[in-house]
């Protein structure tokens, strides 16, 4: 049985968002796996603090990845 682990910085994803990351990580993996696993994969999302996940030596926040997400549209 699978265990996904998600780490995403706190504050970033609403719960719709983290719903659906749930929904398409299991949907991807029954896809891969068969739809047998469908009740036994496990998906995790760890929220870690601003500051707490760094990428290049520099700390990133909340905002950074807000103002990334907003860079993209």
């Known amino acids: 049985m699978p265990l996904i682990d998600i ?14 990351m749930i929904e ?4 991807t993996m029954v896809e891969i796996e068969g739809e ?8 995790r999302i760890q929220e ?3 500051g707490e ?4 030596g520099k700390a990133l926040t909340a905002e950074d990845i807000k103002a990334l997400q907003q860079s993209q549209a």
Request: charged share 20%; no cysteine; proline share 0%.
């Open 7 to 20: 780490q995403v910085i706190a504050g970033v994803f609403d719960h719709g968002q983290k719903k659906q």
């Open 48 to 50: 870690l603090a601003d």
């Open 36 to 43: 047998a696993m469908r009740g036994v994969t496990w998906v």
């Open 53 to 56: 996940w760094g990428i290049g």
């Open 24 to 27: 398409k990580i299991t949907d």
